[in-house]
Nanobody, 115 residues
Framework: QVQLVESGGGLVQPGGSLRLSCAVSGISASDYVMSWHRQAPGKQREWVAIIPAIGSSAYALSVKGRFTISRDNTKNTVYLQMNNLKPEETAVYYC?????????WGQGTQVTVAS
């Protein structure tokens, strides 16, 4: 059974930082394109960052320079380091794995940016 479990969310002040983790089981994350997405209340889910199995990472323009996606293949885990967070980035953050037609999502972790 494939599972993606996000953690690391919480309440942070504007300008603060959080590191999200996505622990993967049932598949080898190193064989998959891994990505982070977020969904704010009343809005559609949007893509945030992606790290391919091979190649360079990419970021949404709104987070470029502040967020960093990385993976630790020894732990089968993907991370999202988020710096200088803004209130409008309050959302549920989701981890996704895909390879060809196989797509898996985690349950999400809440990030709230407020003073």
């Amino acid at each position: 059974q494939v599972q993606l479990v996000e953690s690391g969310g919480g309440l942070v002040q504007p300008g603060g930082s959080l590191r999200l983790s996505c622990a993967v089981s049932g598949i080898s994350a190193s064989d998959y394109v891994m990505s982070w997405h977020r969904q704010a209340p009343g809005k559609q889910r949007e893509w945030v960052a992606i790290i391919p199995a091979i190649g360079s990472s990419a970021y949404a323009l709104s987070v470029k320079g502040r967020f960093t996606i990385s993976r630790d293949n020894t732990k089968n885990t993907v991370y999202l380091q988020m710096n200088n967070l803004k209130p409008e980035e309050t959302a549920v953050y989701y981890c996704k794995a895909n390879r060809n037609t196989n797509v898996y999502w985690g349950q999400g972790t809440q990030v709230t940016v407020a003073s």
